[in-house]
């Protein structure tokens, strides 16, 4: 297919692409049904990578103008472009995308129809509450006056936070309400003490992998973030002291308890540790405790906040994992005077979090629903931890080795040495399983490669499917390399 694009122009190459194709199929020129050129040719034929053909492909399906099978290719859709009638803007804003927009394009292709997906760390929908959660919000909104309609409070409404103290009991943690910021979800949140706390030229420090939506949010704000490096008890002390001595940092970003992507949690020794580290240095941390209550082999550890006699760490956690990503609810423990900051950036960005949902989350935990929730999710993710790692073990080459989670949603793969993820990212997005490449856990590129492969949202069935094809895409790569060798998966060590 003869297409012209500008690689020196501002407009991105998979927008030139989709753009061409969907004039093409407005002219006739493309009739509903015809056959769009395989990915890899085009990508060939047009000297682009995969990746930008796969992003077209999946942006023009998105929008109703293709359908795509897996093994069979994309064909015109029937009533092309019945989804999407807006034309994408010429003028694209000056916004300093994300180097390789490797969220935004996880999330793109992962949801594509029919796709087995690994990539995203998302709850599962089925345990969503939603029988429960539209009572509630019946019987609110049937029981609220205007208030319920008008400008809340920035900190966030008094029930809730009533009851996210309450709730906080739980993880060890004794919080006034006064001393909670709601905020909409952790994302937020990180947002929030960033935009506080440091300025563009500043380092964070993280552990080495950390949290993807945090190296992005970094890149956009300039931020100089530094990776420190982890064993299987989480942050490595004595890689910490360097990298403080080296950097002179601003902040820590943490997360504790289940780790994403890794899964690994901090013992309360080396929370110990670092807290005295940080002390030693007035080093201030964000704790990012989202997948803290998700247990599924005993009692969730406690945060590292519990240990924090100095002051030294703001608290974070939303519902996005344990309830509803949706909801868009979560909350920030902190004391003034950063409160007082955290709450006056809140404002600027968006007054208050939803009075509706605010109020039907606190009526949803003062009913005592979520206990109930909570034991239901840790037994059915369980099960899919457990599925995951027994098809790992059958599927994947023996020298590949992974973390096994005690919570959250994550197993973590170390790569047989000579595998790299992104080739086989895009192989197994055509075979219609996907998963998160490990290197964009990364600030830079790391030593070795991984794999996050996420077992929430699938059944067990599903999971030994899509483990059983990036199975046989490991051995083809490993037997078109000649490095085949034999020992077995669980002969390995959980690494990080
Ligand atoms: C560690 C971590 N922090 C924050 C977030 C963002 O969560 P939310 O949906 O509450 O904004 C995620 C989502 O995947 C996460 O894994």
Redesign the pocket.
Known sequence: MQLQIERRGERPLYLQVVEQIQERIRSGALPSGSRLPPIRQLANELGLTRLTIHNAYAELQADGWIESFVGRGSFVAERPGAKGQMRPSPVLPPVPLLQPGALGEIMRLAQQPHMISFA???AAPETFPMHEFGRVVQQVLSESGAELYDYGLTQGDPQLRQQLSLYLLDRGLQIAPEQLLVV???????DIVLRALVSPGDTVLVEGPT?L??VERMQMQGLKLVAVPMDEQGIRPDALETAIALHQPRLLYT?PTFH?PTGISMSAARQETLLDIAGRHALPILE?D??GPLAYDGPAPLPLKVHDTQGLVTYLT????MLM?GL?L?VIASASPLLDALVAVKRFSDMHSPQLTQRALAEYLARGHFAGHLRSVRAFYRERRDAMIASLQRHFPSDATCTVPAGGFCCWVALPPGLRSPDLYLTAIERGVAFAPGQMFFPEQPAQDYMRLSFAAHAPEEIERGIATLGELLHEQIVRRHRLRAPSFYDTVPMV
Do not use: E, V
């Open positions: 995203q760390a998302a909409g979800g952790a994302q937020q949140g990180i949290y939506g945090m997360i994403n990012d989202i997948y939303s519902f996005s994992k990503p868009r979560g």
